[in-house]
């Protein structure tokens, strides 16, 4: 099974990462993605992070009807802050039969050789590229599969939604409904 892993804080997740999701199942050889709720980004500062089984759960309500999207909670289980090679190493041992991809925005695609161990991500991990406006995909790396894709995009962030509830401001049609209602009934991000 090949699985694409779409990494990210999901602050919270909303219908921009769920876009990105189904169209790279439905315009790739993907057979699943995994999104990957990541508890602390090395590139970001986790002062506005909720709670990461909070974001988690997110996740889960965001997808509960999509067989073939998967939240997971992989990197809570090791050291942090997250670093991807850490987990394509774990998810390697403990999945065997399975191939991984990344998913990635253009944004992050530009600072890939800032990772740790780049080079063994593009050895042993094909990459899948959404272009991100503002960010154009320029390829520097003379090894790796990497595949740029035209997904479709929404101008929509996790900082926006954030923003919105604290100045008391509607979400709605931004996130999921079942997202939503859980937001509200437990006064995140106020």
Request: charged share 20%.
């Amino acid at each position: 099974m090949k699985i694409g892993l779409y990494f990210g804080s999901f602050n919270p997740i909303h219908h921009g990462h769920l876009i990105i999701a189904n169209y790279m199942l439905q315009n790739s050889d993907l057979d699943q993605i995994w999104l990957v709720v990541s508890p602390q980004n090395p590139f970001k500062q986790s002062g506005s992070l909720l709670n990461s089984y909070d974001r988690l759960n997110l996740v889960q309500l965001a997808i509960e009807t999509e067989p073939k999207l998967k939240a997971s909670d992989i990197e809570f289980r090791l050291p942090q802050p997250s670093y991807t090679v850490n987990t394509l190493a774990y998810l390697h041992e403990k999945y065997p039969t399975h191939q991984f991809a990344i998913i990635m925005g253009s944004d992050s695609f530009e600072n890939l050789s800032k990772w740790k161990n780049y080079e063994f991500i593009l050895q042993h991990c094909p990459i899948y590229v959404y272009r991100r406006p503002g960010h154009e995909v320029i390829n520097n790396f003379s090894q790796g599969s990497i595949t740029i894709m035209d997904a479709p995009l929404l101008q929509i962030s996790a900082t926006h939604i954030r923003n919105n509830i604290r100045h008391g401001k509607s979400i709605r049609y931004l996130v999921p409904d079942k997202v939503l209602q859980e937001i509200e009934r437990n006064g995140y991000y106020r």
